[in-house]
C-alpha cells in the first residue's frame, strides 16, 4: 500500500463516473486539495481542465483513460494502484499565457498548455501581422488563422495544421498557419520558448478575429500576446511505458 493520499476527480461523462465510482470503492480517498496525487478520470479535454482547475494546488496529477483518443492520459486499470504510483514517473509542462485587448476596449487573459489560436470569426479570411520579440516578422498573413503550440499540445491541434511534433524538453514552441494563403510558401516557425510573440489584426471591422487558449474562447479581439509562463507549471505523472515523450517520438513515425 502506498503512503501517498489520492484524490479521484472524472468527467460528466457515464464511463468516468462509473470508474471514479468503482476506484473511490477500492482505495482511500481524499479531496484534492489533501491530496499527494489527482487521478483524473476522462479524456484528453478532461485532463487539460484539471491541471487548470488544479494548477494552483501545484499537485502531480495523473491521468487514466475514459475517453477517445487519450493522448495525455494512462490505460486505465482498476487493481494495482497503488503499486502503479510507486513506478510512477513525471514531467513538468509549462502553460503558455495569452493577453489579448478587444475592440471594445476589453482585457483578457487565460493560460493555455495546448495552444492559443486565433481563428476567423466570418466567412473572410483574416488579415493578421505577426512579430517576435518586437520585430515584424510578417507584415500581413491573409489565412483563416494562426496558432502558437507547446510540446504537449503539438500532437493536438497543431499536428491537424500540419505543424510540427515538438520533443518534449526541446525548449521551443511551434507557430503554425492555418490555412494560409499569403505568404503562399510560408508553413510556420519553430521559436525559443522564450520568443514573446504579438498578433495585430488589420482591417478588423471587415474581418473579425478571435482567439483561444485551451478551452477558454474571446471574440473581436485586436490586438494578442502570447509566450511561456515559466511561473508556472504542472507535474504530470505517467506509466513508464506509457511516457509522454515516446508517445510524442511514436507520433512521428505512424503513417
Known sequence: MSDKKIAFVAGKSESAQDAMSRLCGLYDHVRPDKADIIIALGGDGFMLRTLHKYLHLKKPVFGMNRGSVGFLMNEYREEGLYERIERMQGIEIHPLRMQAESKKGKTYEAIAYNEVSLFRETGQAAHIRVCVDGVVRISEMVCDGLLISTPAGSTAYNMSAYGPILPLGAGVLALTPISAYRPRRWRGAIL?????????????????????????????????????????FSHVLYDPEHNLEERILREQFEV
Do not use: C, M, W
Open 192 to 232: 525559443p520558448h522564450t520568443a514573446s510573440v504579438t498578433f495585430e489584426i488589420l482591417d478588423e471591422q471587415k474581418r473579425p478575429v478571435g482567439v483561444s487558449a485551451d478551452f477558454n474562447e474571446f471574440r473581436d479581439v485586436l490586438k494578442v500576446k502570447v509566450y511561456e509562463d515559466r511561473s508556472l
